[in-house]
């Protein structure tokens, strides 16, 4: 059966109109689409550490192309977590306020991916901070999505920081006898490397360290080695909570998640950085402490519960720090 207004369409649309000042001609778009987001940052308490999560940005990336795993396997665990290739995967940094000093884990892109990357300084600005306020920068490692945002337009962007990395990691990646070495798609990066460490190894500001030890009040190192050769995890704690900035240990989380196992093209070791991953994720998951990806989607907070053969992220719960 269908229902009919006993007074015709016109008058029923002058009544509506006099009623709700609604007409009935077609809305019209006032406006073009936007398209941007709002500066990325995200706050997170760690005890007495205030956390802030920085986006650098998001890239595309063809991972059915980059991962060592057959395309089809691939494709129905993007398909499971309702993803398709390309796949916008997150740059993600953090910066550790602990009362008394600024701590910056990596630093995202800069200028190397274009639009694509380069937008932390303007998270960090809308965070409440300035990059003249850092007092030191924690490479996970030297890969230009990690180190790129040392430099912008030429210039040292956080002129009064010192600049940590691995022994093993500066090494590698500045001395230029590596690059004939180097796998072909490698390459690149020991120029982009010298590119951003340069200034600031020039100062006396590019500091080192080896082993697992405090590197600075409430910092520890945790070497990690594979995906690079000096690549680390940085792990602060206080008041008895923990935090592990994993850096480049996984980078789809659909995939790597799922199945440990599969590496991808960016590691210098393989075999390595599937053997680390294999040791975080477990040690993570019995444990229980939160963990920061790079990669993963923003703001990358999070913890591991075991599931079947792999394992399945929890994100950190939303709160407003108080």
Same mark, same amino acid.
């Given at each position: 059966?269908?229902?009919?207004?006993?007074?015709?369409?016109?008058?029923?649309?002058?009544?509506?109109?006099?009623?709700?000042?609604?007409?009935?001609?077609?809305?019209?778009?006032?406006?073009?689409?936007?398209?941007?987001?709002?500066?990325?940052?995200?706050?997170?308490?760690?005890?007495?550490?205030?956390?802030?999560?920085?986006?650098?940005?998001?890239?595309?990336?063809?991972?059915?192309?980059?991962?060592?795993?057959?395309?089809?396997?691939?494709?129905?665990?993007?398909?499971?977590?309702?993803?398709?290739?390309?796949?916008?995967?997150?740059?993600?940094?953090?910066?550790?306020?602990?009362?008394?000093?600024?701590?910056?884990?990596?630093?995202?892109?800069?200028?190397?991916?274009?639009?694509?990357?380069?937008?932390?300084?303007?998270?960090?600005?809308?965070?409440?901070?300035?990059?003249?306020?850092?007092?030191?920068?924690?490479?996970?490692?030297?890969?230009?999505?990690?180190?790129?945002?040392?430099?912008?337009?030429?210039?040292?962007?956080?002129?009064?920081?010192?600049?940590? +990395?691995? %022994? $093993?990691?500066? &090494? =590698?990646?500045?001395? /230029?006898?590596?690059?004939?070495?180097? *796998?072909?798609? @490698?390459?690149?990066?020991?120029?982009?490397?010298?590119?951003?460490?340069?200034?600031?190894?020039?100062?006396?500001?590019?500091?080192?360290?080896?082993?697992?030890?405090?590197?600075?009040?409430?910092?520890?190192?945790?070497?990690?080695?594979?995906?690079?050769?000096?690549?680390?995890?940085?792990?602060?704690?206080?008041?008895?909570?923990?935090?592990?900035?994993?850096?480049?240990?996984?980078?789809?989380?659909?995939?790597?998640?799922?199945?440990?196992?599969?590496?991808?093209?960016?590691?210098?070791?393989?075999?390595?950085? +599937?053997? %680390? $991953?294999?040791? &975080? =994720?477990?040690?993570? /998951?019995?444990?229980?402490?939160?963990? *920061?990806?790079? @990669?993963?989607?923003?703001?990358?907070?999070?913890?591991?519960?075991?599931?079947?053969?792999?394992?399945?992220?929890?994100?950190?719960?939303?709160?407003?720090?108080?």
């Amino acid at each position: 059966m269908t229902l009919r207004s006993p007074w015709g369409r016109a008058t029923l649309a002058a009544c509506l109109t006099a009623v709700t000042g609604l007409s009935s001609t077609p809305a019209q778009a006032s406006a073009p689409q936007v398209k941007t987001q709002a500066p990325g940052y995200y706050r997170y308490m760690l005890g007495d550490f205030e956390i802030t999560v920085l986006s650098d940005g998001t890239v595309p990336q063809e991972v059915e192309k980059l991962l060592h795993a057959p395309p089809a396997k691939v494709q129905s665990l993007l398909s499971a977590a309702y993803l398709t290739s390309p796949v916008e995967t997150s740059i993600n940094a953090y910066l550790i306020n602990t009362g008394t000093a600024l701590y910056l884990v990596d630093t995202g892109a800069g200028e190397l991916f274009g639009p694509a990357g380069g937008h932390l300084v303007t998270a960090l600005r809308a965070a409440g901070y300035q990059p003249e306020q850092i007092d030191a920068v924690l490479l996970t490692h030297i890969h230009g999505d990690h180190s790129g945002g040392l430099m912008m337009a030429g210039k040292p962007v956080f002129p009064n920081a010192v600049v940590y +990395a691995h %022994q $093993r990691e500066a &090494a =590698y990646w500045l001395d /230029a006898a590596n690059v004939a070495k180097a *796998a072909e798609s @490698h390459k690149p990066y020991f120029q982009e490397a010298r590119a951003a460490l340069s200034p600031y190894v020039a100062a006396g500001k590019l500091k080192t360290f080896e082993g697992n030890a405090e590197l600075l009040p409430g910092i520890w190192t945790q070497e990690a080695p594979g995906h690079t050769p000096g690549h680390t995890f940085y792990v602060a704690r206080s008041q008895g909570q923990k935090l592990v900035f994993w850096g480049d240990i996984m980078h789809v989380a659909a995939v790597q998640f799922a199945d440990p196992s599969v590496t991808i093209q960016y590691d210098v070791d393989s075999k390595a950085a +599937a053997a %680390q $991953r294999a040791k &975080a =994720y477990a040690d993570a /998951a019995k444990q229980g402490y939160t963990v *920061a990806g790079d @990669h993963v989607s923003f703001p990358g907070l999070g913890r591991l519960k075991a599931q079947g053969k792999g394992y399945a992220w929890v994100p950190v719960n939303y709160a407003i720090p108080r």
